[in-house]
């Protein structure tokens, strides 16, 4: 076999129809091979890739193994792509080792380990508050002790998250007057991973920097209140005035810099001020947004960022100034009305509760038909699975969905939450056990 190969190093699962749309991209635009490196490959894996290689990022000796691997076809690897935050570092360090361009490999560990960006961040704490970013004060934790000693010292509140790990998983608000050993308890399954304590971020608004090398755009993030912060929808475009817009790009592009972005994808999350004029980092990422944001993206913007990361890995991509939204977007998460076991089977054929649940919300904000539209609709799992009407992370929902919305006869925020109300609804009334049969008289 000859021609060029693009090394795709790990992804996460449910991002399976990514990687197949970057496969065939990479095929149709520039006749590569596409190889996947990922631990205990399944036949999905290999149905994606014309080669997989099983390796774990993980692994401490990950790059030099790959390189070993690999080396036969080292002249013919001509682009690659880190996919995962498992892979984040590994990964760099292998494409660099293949001569492969690729952002800075000991920097990108910041994107991976929480606590390490924390580090990274206190080093130039001065720096960043320069420029009004706030730097949380945080510790990691392994006992019930340290955890008295930090909530002592911040009895505002703080959040107990995992040191490294997705999906707001292990995340856990801590509130003055909670139980800090049931706080505890809830992170124990993450200890050996790392588990670190946070400063309350005393800003309410969330949003994300998002993009692909110089190419950024803002998305707005509506999250649950309370104990688990877990996002529950993604609008785009974000709705900011021109000094809000700075302080995110301003916070956003430095947050790149501490990780080393520099070409490739990111998704850093920031929280703002409601002056607008102060910010902080929840989290940087160097990977595309999960939630499907580049899909919204192409809704909106009107350009696929997927293509473009295999152009610009490839150093083809061509030159884009600005992006300029030409409608709204959002995703949403859709979860149950109450505690129960279930399972997408348990909605009969023939049944369609979001499309119940979006024509309802068309309706009831007095839009057009034509006004919002449906473009993707998934169920999270298969599988039977018991969900908390309370979610506590983002494997708590049922499904999520995609919606477009065109003209002003309402805000995308506004059909988020009627949307997310109708779908419990629908989904209710397509689950329902039939009537009992009446008696014959």
């Known amino acids: 076999m000859t021609g060029p190969i693009l090394l795709i190093v790990d992804y996460n699962l449910s991002r399976i129809d990514e990687v197949r749309h970057l496969r065939d991209h990479a095929r149709r635009r520039h006749g590569a091979t596409v190889i996947l490196v990922r631990a205990d490959p399944t036949e999905a894996d290999h149905a994606i890739a014309d080669e997989v290689i099983d390796l774990d990022p993980l692994r401490d000796d990950f790059a030099q193994i790959g390189e070993k691997l690999l080396a036969d076809r080292r002249d013919r690897i001509k682009a690659g792509i880190v996919f995962s935050d498992n892979a984040v570092r590994s990964g760099a360090e292998l494409l660099h080792r293949l001569g492969v361009p690729v952002d800075s490999p000991p920097l990108a560990e910041g994107a991976f380990s929480k606590y390490r960006y924390r580090l990274d961040e206190s080093r130039v704490a001065d720096l960043l508050a320069a420029q009004r970013i706030m730097v ?11 955890l008295h000693a930090f ?8 959040v107990i998250k995992p040191a490294a790990e997705g999906n707001n998983r292990g995340v856990v608000v801590v509130r003055p007057g909670d139980d800090l050993t049931a706080a505890f308890a809830e992170v124990l399954p993450y200890l050996e991973g790392g ?7 005393p800003y309410r608004r969330e949003y994300s920097f998002d993009g692909l090398g110089s190419l950024t755009f803002l998305t707005e993030k509506i999250s649950a209140r309370g104990r688990y912060p877990v996002e529950i929808a993604q609008v785009l475009p974000a709705r900011l005035d021109p000094h809000e817009r700075a302080t995110l790009q301003r916070a956003g592009q430095l947050a790149n810099w501490l990780v080393g972005q520099c070409d490739g994808p990111f998704h850093n999350e920031i929280k703002l001020s409601d002056d607008g004029l102060h910010a902080a980092i929840v989290e940087p990422n160097r990977r595309p947004a999960g939630m499907k944001i ?7 913007y009107g350009i696929d960022l997927h293509h473009r990361w295999v152009d610009t890995a490839f150093g083809t991509a061509p030159h884009t100034e600005r992006l300029v939204p030409g409608c709204a977007a959002a995703t949403v998460m859709l979860g149950v009305a109450a505690d129960r076991s279930f399972a997408p089977d348990d909605v009969p054929p023939g049944a369609d509760p979001f499309g119940d649940a979006v024509r309802a919300t068309t309706e009831q904000l007095g839009l057009a038909d034509t006004d919002l539209t449906v473009t993707e609709f998934s169920w999270l799992s298969p599988r039977r699975r018991d969900l908390h009407a309370l979610a506590r992370d983002n494997a708590d929902f049922a499904a ?3 919606v477009v919305l065109r003209g002003d006869r309402a805000d995308i925020r506004t059909v988020v939450h009627t949307l997310r ?4 609804h629908a989904l209710d009334r397509a689950v329902a056990p039939p009537a009992p049969a009446r008696k014959a008289r």
């Open 151 to 158: 909530a002592h010292d911040h009895p505002e509140g703080f």
């Open 294 to 300: 580049w899909a919204l993206a192409r809704w909106v």
């Open 136 to 146: 949380p004060a945080f510790t990691e934790i392994a006992s019930l002790d340290q």
């Open 400 to 402: 999520q969905g995609c």
């Open 195 to 201: 588990v670190i304590c946070e400063e309350l971020i």
């Open 421 to 424: 109300e109708a779908w419990s």
